[in-house]
């Protein structure tokens, strides 16, 4: 059985009305968005409800966007912006070889390993949500 898209999964959670996600697929065809960012402009959840949700539907620890809007650009500029645009991935933190990145997709895991052996890094993925995401990019890449 394929793996439900976020949307089906709330429901199925209890989290959404069916209805209540039709009403959000209507949202986003009018505004855009990843639907996680539709949800919170409508207030259908508390972000941090919604992080932890998104962090059991991609089966990966979270990221708060607080922690994001600490990230020192300095230290993270080892990841570059073009692989940042591709991917739609910001780089959070750095310990040691170990580069955290914040995604709001699932990640595709042999892509990051190449990613990780080309900047010589071990990357660990994190859940973050979209509008989270945007504004840390913007904040490290201007």
């Known amino acids: 059985m394929a793996q439900d898209d976020l949307g089906t999964w709330l429901v199925r959670q209890g989290e ?7 009403d959000v697929f209507q949202h986003q065809v ?12 409508m207030s259908l959840m508390a972000e941090d409800t919604l992080l932890n949700r998104l962090g059991q539907y991609l ?26 645009q591709k991917y739609g991935a ?15 997709a699932p990640p595709d895991l042999s892509t990051l390993d190449d990613i990780g052996f080309m900047l010589s890094v071990y990357i660990r993925p994190f859940a973050a949500l ?8 913007l904040r490290i890449y201007g």
């Open 59 to 84: 089966n990966l620890p979270t990221v708060a966007g607080s922690v994001l809007k600490t990230t020192d650009p300095d230290k993270v500029r080892l990841f570059p912006q073009k692989l940042a």
């Open 130 to 137: 979209e509008v989270r995401l945007a504004q840390a990019l």
């Open 16 to 22: 959404l009305t069916a209805e209540r996600l039709e």
């Open 30 to 41: 009018i505004y855009g968005g990843a639907l996680d960012t539709n949800i919170l402009e």
């Open 90 to 104: 910001a780089p959070f933190k750095v310990e040691g070889r170990n580069l955290s990145l914040a995604l709001n």
